[in-house]
């Protein structure tokens, strides 16, 4: 075991070498793609991203290898926000265990870096017959489209779900689990009665897939750092709850992943309810199918996601849960020149009975193939089929621990953690960020997460204003403070 661990270290050592190597001696582009030069009369060529997400950044970056440096033609991305935000590491932002800042990568950056265009603007649709955007900004003409626009929570249809459960997709949502856990230890430092007292220390979780496992570890983690700030708390008055409607974790994984993760769970003290459906979300409680009530202030959703709604403007057949069905090129059927990627897309591959999962590999694989199927397009060239290999799945399950599947090799314990902080630094965007990153994770081994609150507890009575009294008013009017009268 520790030879296998050194060499392991080994490999991640040499990993963030070439991340370092590429920061500072960046290879030049070698690979274009050839395209008939347009005649003088004609316009140049734009392609258009939707999203720079996983699979939008993917895009852009095989874009640059295919096409950079081309003057006939252009390429531009569109995003309702100005920065890619590397969400795998949303959980610790909600844990306290990386800044929000250091997740997140300015798009107008990633613009320069790639040399195209960026705009922030809201797409409203698509006009597939005028072969342009509707957009907050104006309509967006484009020759070749890859729409990647993400995708939001999905609460199935659940508004009470909506309305009380936090979910976890963005920095801001992050932030406010961070500070509703925080505020949530705060009252309880005070509060007498003790059945609102152990509502405000019961956290569930629902979902247990990879973001609801991961959130359930480092929350974990984040309880041990408060409570000895909090003597009054004890350890076992806090639970910790994670509710997954299918019977086991990691729903489509390798099983012996999600075994390894509900021991790990188990061990940190995370109670697991399988095969349980949610049925009901209030401010003060949550209830399941078969009739079970648990009192808690702290609901978190991370049960899925559906793609976001300009997805439900596109024709052709879709999945229950929104994705759009594309063909083998990763094509919109019917509609040349138009390719969709990652969250939004809904792909079976020969080799699968279902279609790819909604995951940050998948949107980049599709992302890469996208932009190469879209210059092909413009080009004439045919269109070549995507193909995709599942390398494996990495899940973080907590301090010092992960587990690591591995074309079906599976790896846990420290291996597995250091194979996962690997290969979050490769896909962290920005030199910066993963310095500082690798900076937060060595705190977070000695206990040091972030246990400040930004967000006031709602309800609380301000504190009144302080008033002058008449004769101070008059002795600071004398002095030139403040006018008299």
């Given at each position: 075991?520790?030879?296998?661990?050194?060499?392991?270290?080994?490999?991640?050592?040499?990993?963030?070498?070439?991340?370092?190597?590429?920061?500072?001696?960046?290879?030049?582009?070698?690979?274009?793609?050839?395209?008939?030069?347009?005649?003088?009369?004609?316009?140049?060529?734009?392609?258009?991203?939707?999203?720079?997400?996983?699979?939008?950044?993917?895009?852009?970056?095989?874009?640059?290898?295919?096409?950079?440096?081309?003057?006939?033609?252009?390429?531009?991305?569109?995003?309702?926000?100005?920065?890619?935000?590397?969400?795998?590491?949303?959980?610790?932002?909600?844990?306290?265990?990386?800044?929000?800042?250091?997740?997140?990568?300015?798009?107008?950056?990633?613009?320069?870096?790639?040399?195209?265009?960026?705009?922030?603007?809201?797409?409203?649709?698509?006009?597939?017959?005028?072969?342009?955007?509707?957009?907050?900004?104006?309509?967006?003409?484009?020759?070749?489209?890859?729409?990647?626009?993400?995708?939001?929570?999905?609460?199935?249809?659940?508004?009470?779900?909506?309305?009380?459960?936090?979910?976890?997709?963005?920095?801001?949502?992050?932030?406010?689990?961070?500070?509703?856990?925080?505020?949530?230890?705060?009252?309880?430092?005070?509060?007498?009665?003790?059945?609102?007292?152990?509502?405000?220390?019961?956290?569930?979780?629902?979902?247990?897939?990879?973001?609801?496992?991961?959130?359930?570890?480092?929350?974990?983690?984040?309880?041990?750092?408060?409570?000895?700030?909090?003597?009054?708390?004890?350890?076992?008055?806090?639970?910790?709850?994670?509710?997954?409607?299918?019977?086991?974790?990691?729903?489509g994984w390798n099983p012996r992943m999600g075994q390894r993760a509900a021991r790990q769970l188990l061990r940190h003290h995370v109670e697991l309810l399988?095969?349980?459906?949610?049925?009901?979300?209030?401010?003060?409680?949550?209830?399941?199918?078969?009739?079970?009530?648990?009192?808690?202030?702290?609901?978190?959703?991370?049960?899925?996601?559906?793609?976001?709604?300009?997805?439900?403007?596109?024709?052709?057949?879709?999945?229950?849960?929104?994705?759009?069905?594309?063909?083998?090129?990763?094509?919109?059927?019917?509609?040349?020149?138009?390719?969709?990627?990652?969250?939004?897309?809904?792909?079976?591959?020969?080799?699968?009975?279902?279609?790819?999962?909604?995951?940050?590999?998948?949107?980049?694989?599709?992302?890469?193939?996208?932009?190469?199927?879209?210059?092909?397009?413009?080009?004439?060239?045919?269109?070549?089929?995507?193909?995709?290999?599942?390398?494996?799945?990495?899940?973080?399950?907590?301090?010092?621990?992960?587990?690591?599947?591995?074309?079906?090799?599976?790896?846990?314990?420290?291996?597995?953690?250091?194979?996962?902080?690997?290969?979050?630094?490769?896909?962290?965007?920005?030199?910066?960020?993963?310095?500082?990153?690798?900076?937060?994770?060595?705190?977070?081994?000695?206990?040091?997460?972030?246990?400040?609150?930004?967000?006031?507890?709602?309800?609380?009575?301000?504190?009144?204003?302080?008033?002058?009294?008449?004769?101070?008013?008059?002795?600071?009017?004398?002095?030139?403070?403040?006018?008299?009268?």
């Open positions: 075991m520790r030879r296998g661990t050194g060499l392991i270290a080994a490999l991640i050592a040499i990993a963030m070498l070439r991340v370092i190597r590429g920061r500072l001696w960046p290879r030049q582009d070698v690979r274009r793609t050839t395209m008939a030069a347009p005649a003088p009369d004609q316009p140049a060529r734009r392609i258009v991203i939707v999203g720079i997400g996983f699979a939008g950044l993917a895009a852009l970056g095989r874009l640059k290898q295919l096409v950079g440096g081309d003057a006939q033609t252009e390429v531009l991305a569109v995003d309702r926000r100005n920065y890619h935000l590397f969400t795998p590491l949303l959980y610790q932002v909600a844990t306290g265990g990386v800044e929000p800042g250091l997740i997140a990568y300015p798009a107008r950056r990633i613009a320069r870096d790639h040399r195209i265009r960026f705009m922030e603007a809201v797409v409203d649709g698509v006009d597939l017959a005028r072969h342009q955007l509707d957009t907050d900004a104006g309509p967006i003409a484009y020759d070749a489209l890859i729409l990647a626009p993400g995708s939001v929570p999905n609460f199935f249809g659940m508004a009470d779900a909506e309305q009380y459960a936090l979910p976890l997709k963005w920095i801001r949502d992050g932030m406010r689990i961070h500070d509703r856990v925080i505020n949530a230890f705060e009252q309880a430092d005070r509060e007498t009665d003790r059945d609102r007292r152990q509502m405000l220390l019961t956290f569930v979780i629902v979902g247990g897939g990879a973001t609801g496992v991961e959130l359930a570890a480092s929350l974990s983690d984040l309880v041990a750092t408060l409570l000895p700030h909090y003597p009054s708390i004890r350890s076992e008055e806090v639970r910790l709850l994670l509710i997954e409607a299918r019977d086991a974790l990691l729903p399988l095969g349980t459906m949610v049925s009901r979300v209030t401010d003060a409680a949550i209830e399941t199918a078969a009739g079970q009530r648990i009192p808690t202030a702290t609901v978190i959703w991370t049960a899925g996601v559906r793609p976001e709604p300009l997805v439900d403007l596109l024709p052709g057949p879709k999945l229950r849960d929104g994705r759009v069905r594309v063909d083998r090129y990763l094509a919109l059927p019917g509609y040349p020149g138009v390719f969709i990627a990652g969250d939004a897309a809904a792909m079976i591959l020969p080799t699968m009975d279902h279609p790819l999962p909604p995951t940050a590999r998948a949107a980049i694989e599709s992302g890469r193939a996208a932009a190469e199927n879209a210059v092909r397009y413009l080009a004439g060239q045919p269109l070549l089929p995507f193909e995709y290999r599942v390398p494996g799945e990495l899940v973080s399950l907590g301090r010092g621990a992960a587990a690591a599947d591995i074309r079906g090799v599976v790896f846990d314990g420290l291996p597995g953690w250091l194979i996962r902080r690997g290969v979050y630094l490769t896909n962290l965007v920005g030199f910066r960020n993963r310095l500082f990153v690798i900076l937060e994770w060595l705190f977070v081994t000695f206990r040091q997460r972030a246990i400040a609150s930004f967000t006031e507890i709602p309800g609380r009575r301000r504190a009144a204003a302080p008033s002058l009294a008449p004769a101070a008013v008059r002795a600071r009017a004398r002095e030139g403070d403040v006018p008299e009268g």
